[in-house]
Every structure is written in structure tokens, then in C-alpha cells.
């Protein structure tokens, strides 16, 4: 029996045993509260682009979590990704056109900029820790940049979201759930002053996004949907990035081998990226819903039924993956499920992938002989998979 919201003993630190468990011997496996956890790399892949089937829309497991028409209410129920067809394709043809490759195209510059400056900043220092200094600081500059937030501006930004995504972890506490309700509230009124600002000075809309997002002609956001998706965008472009750095730089203490390939072949980075996404990934969990009676496996899932995506379980899942526990950094083909797949697939995965390119590529160039220290400990939760400190000696 494995059951989310009653983990097994040491399962954040390896939590593949017990998916192995559950892709073997349990690949539909039921939860006390009736929902059900899947694990097979086919289930998933099925289930991601079968959006009639299988809903994101999670009004129903939110209305008794959070309250409806409260302020962590609102926020998931109209965000992109718990949404279906037709909010759901309007507002993400509105995203994928404000992300275009012209506007990220404009950023790397900045992002080469940025993590140097990092990179300089922790040299001559004894001991670092790889998430303050350096994978925690990248996402959120980046996100800023994107829409423009004053960078003085920017200090709360990380802790609205880390409270707001807390918020859909299975086992909740009464304090986070206050916490991710007063994040809600306090983001859509620092976002206030922002929209108003820009609505006086907008910027040019190819490379804007907040300017497009606001102004796209006929389907426009209304004003819920416009400041909801915009926090929504600064978070899921944020904890998931910061995860991704610090996983692969994890990663690569204990694969020096990888780490030296790396070095020497500065383009392999490139692929490496997808590999350190697919063995660490930083989404472990994904959700859906049934729409009618399925049968998987030999068993009845009834309409109604929430489901469990364990991304972390297929994304090693051995029918898809030749020696899954294995780090080949030129892995191909490497069909993972990190951005999900079909038509929810993540918007920001080219964005993500430069961020992880830039970032890890740089910081083995500076500091190949980087290792950590002890003292890391990983944040604890079971749909994001990341540490909160990571700290390393950089010689
Ligand atoms: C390594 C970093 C990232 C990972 C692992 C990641 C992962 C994911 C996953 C798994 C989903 C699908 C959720 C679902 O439908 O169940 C998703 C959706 C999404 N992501 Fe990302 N993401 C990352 C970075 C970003 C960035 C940088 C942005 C934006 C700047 C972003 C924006 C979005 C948006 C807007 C969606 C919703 C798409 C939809 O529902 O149609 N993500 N992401």
C-alpha cells in the first residue's frame, strides 16, 4: 500500500523505490480518499493527450480544499493549467503568442548577464549555498524581466509563490493554507499598480508580454483571468526552474563522469538539460479527472475519479526508457514527461530549457571542481521535487 498523504519513511530523499513499487506491482493504485495514482509511462502519455476523457478542471477537489470564491479559489480554478477547453485553449493561444521566440530570443542576453553576475559573486566565498545564490535567484529574474516587474520590486515575489503552490500539496496544514490565501491576495494587489502602470506606458507587444497580455484584440483576458494567469505565470516558471538547476547540479556531484563529459563538450549541455529533467523532475506529480468509467489494467476508475500522474514513476519507467536509472546525458530518443504532454504541455519548456542551459552550462565552466557539502536538505514535497539548500564549496 502506498498512500500520498501517509508517505513511506525516507521517501523524499529516494522516493524511486517506492515508484518502482507502484509502476510494478500497483500501476493503478487506489487512495484512501478514492483517488487513484497512475505510473506507467503509456498511462500517462494516453492520458495527457486525451483531454475529453481526462478533464484538468478541478473545481470539484478545490471547492472542499480551499473554500470556494476564496483567494486560493479563484487563483487555481482560473489559472491555464486547471482549466479545459474553451478558457483553457483562448487563454493559452494568448500565452503561447505573448512567449513568443522574438521576446524569449531578447532575453538570453540578459540571462548570460545575470548568472555571471551570480557566478562572480559567490567566487572568494568559502562555502555557498547553490539555491540562495544561484538556482533560487535565476527564475525569478528571468520571470521578472519577462513581465517587467521593477527589479526593487521583486523581493516578495518567491515566497507568494512557494505559498501558493504549498497550497496544492495532498496533506495541508491550516497555516499554509492561510499562507497561500494571504499570498493570493497580496500578489493581485502588488500586480494591481503594475497593470495600471503599464495600461498608462505600455511597452511594444511583440516583446512585451504583459503588454500582450493585456491588449490581445477580440478573445482578451478579462481582469480575473489577466491577474490570475500572470501569478500563475510567475510561479509556474519559477519553483519548477529553480528545482531543474539545482537537481542537475545535484546530480552532477555524485556523476563526476557526466560532469567532465560535459566540460569538455560544451553542446552536450544542450541534451543533458532533458536528461537531468527526466531523472530528477522537478513536476513529480500531475492531475486529471475522469469524465466517464475507464478501465486500466483490469480495473473500473469511475467517472468522477481525481487522478494521480506520477511523473517521477514514468519518466523511469523501463517499457519507455533502456537502463532508466542511468544518467546518459545524450539520451535519445528522450520522450519524457517533465512539460507533460499534449495539449497542456508547458508553455514556458523552451524558456526552461535556455534557463537550464545557460545556468548549468556556465556555472561547470567556472567551477568544474565544485562539490557539495552536507547540510543539504531537500524542500519536502511531494509534487515538486527540489532542496531548499543545496551547499557546496566551489573548489
Ligand atoms: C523546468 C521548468 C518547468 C517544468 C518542469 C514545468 C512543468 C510543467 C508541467 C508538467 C506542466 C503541465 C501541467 C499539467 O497540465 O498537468 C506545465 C504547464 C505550464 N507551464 Fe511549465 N514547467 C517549467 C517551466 C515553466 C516556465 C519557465 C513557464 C513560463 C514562463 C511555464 C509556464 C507553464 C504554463 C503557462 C503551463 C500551463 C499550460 C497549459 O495548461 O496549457 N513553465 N509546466
Not at 72 to 79: A, P
Not at 305 to 334: K, S, V, W, Y
Request: proline letters at 7%; hydrophobic letters at 40%; aromatic letters at 8%.
Amino acid at each position: 500500500m502506498f498512500a500520498l498523504t501517509d508517505l513511506p519513511d525516507g521517501f523524499h530523499e529516494d522516493p524511486y523505490p517506492a515508484y518502482e513499487w507502484l509502476r510494478e506491482s500497483a500501476p493503478v493504485c487506489w487512495q484512501p480518499d478514492g483517488s487513484v495514482i497512475l505510473s506507467r509511462y503509456a498511462d500517462l502519455d494516453m492520458i495527457y493527450r486525451d483531454t475529453t476523457r481526462f478533464i484538468s478542471d478541478k473545481k470539484a477537489v478545490f471547492g472542499p480544499k480551499f473554500g470556494v470564491g476564496s483567494p486560493l479559489y479563484e487563483h487555481h480554478t482560473t489559472s491555464l493549467v486547471f482549466n479545459d477547453p474553451p478558457l483553457h485553449t483562448r487563454v493559452r493561444n494568448i500565452m503561447v503568442g505573448a512567449l513568443n521566440p522574438r521576446a524569449l530570443a531578447r532575453m538570453e542576453p540578459g540571462l548570460i548577464t545575470l548568472v555571471d553576475r551570480l557566478l562572480d559573486d559567490m567566487s572568494g566565498q568559502i562555502e555557498v549555498d547553490l539555491i540562495e545564490a544561484f538556482a533560487g535567484a535565476i527564475p525569478i529574474e528571468v520571470i521578472g524581466n519577462l513581465l517587467g516587474i521593477p527589479r526593487d520590486e521583486r523581493g516578495p515575489l518567491r515566497d507568494w509563490s512557494l505559498a501558493i503552490l504549498g497550497a496544492l500539496e495532498p496533506a495541508l496544514g491550516a497555516e499554509q493554507l492561510e499562507r497561500g490565501h494571504r499570498a493570493v491576495t497580496d500578489f493581485k494587489l502588488f500586480l494591481r499598480h503594475i497593470i495600471e502602470d503599464r495600461a498608462k506606458h505600455p511597452g511594444d507587444p511583440e516583446v512585451d508580454v504583459l503588454t500582450r497580455l493585456m491588449k490581445t484584440e477580440g478573445a482578451a483576458l478579462t481582469e480575473i483571468e489577466l491577474y490570475q494567469n500572470c501569478i500563475f505565470i510567475l510561479n509556474a516558471g519559477h519553483e519548477t526552474t529553480t528545482n531543474l538547476i539545482g537537481n542537475a547540479l545535484a546530480l552532477l556531484d555524485t556523476h563526476r563522469d557526466k560532469r567532465r563529459a560535459l566540460i569538455r563538450s560544451g553542446d552536450l549541455i544542450n541534451m543533458g538539460v532533458d536528461e537531468f529533467l527526466r531523472m530528477e523532475s522537478p513536476n513529480q506529480f500531475g492531475n486529471r479527472m475522469t469524465t466517464e468509467d475507464i478501465v486500466l489494467h483490469g480495473q473500473k476508475i469511475p467517472a468522477g475519479t481525481d487522478i494521480h500522474l506520477c511523473i517521477g514513476a514514468a519518466n523511469r519507467d523501463p517499457r519507455q526508457f533502456e537502463h532508466p536509472n542511468d544518467m546518459q546525458l545524450d539520451r535519445r530518443p528522450n520522450k519524457h514527461l517533465a512539460f507533460a504532454g499534449g495539449p497542456h504541455t508547458c508553455v514556458g519548456l523552451t524558456l526552461a530549457r535556455m534557463e537550464g542551459r545557460i545556468s548549468v552550462g556556465r556555472f561547470l565552466q567556472r567551477y568544474p571542481d565544485y562539490h557539495l557539502t552536507p547540510g543539504a536538505r531537500l524542500r519536502g514535497r511531494v509534487r515538486f521535487r527540489g532542496y531548499a539548500r543545496l551547499p557546496a564549496q566551489l573548489t
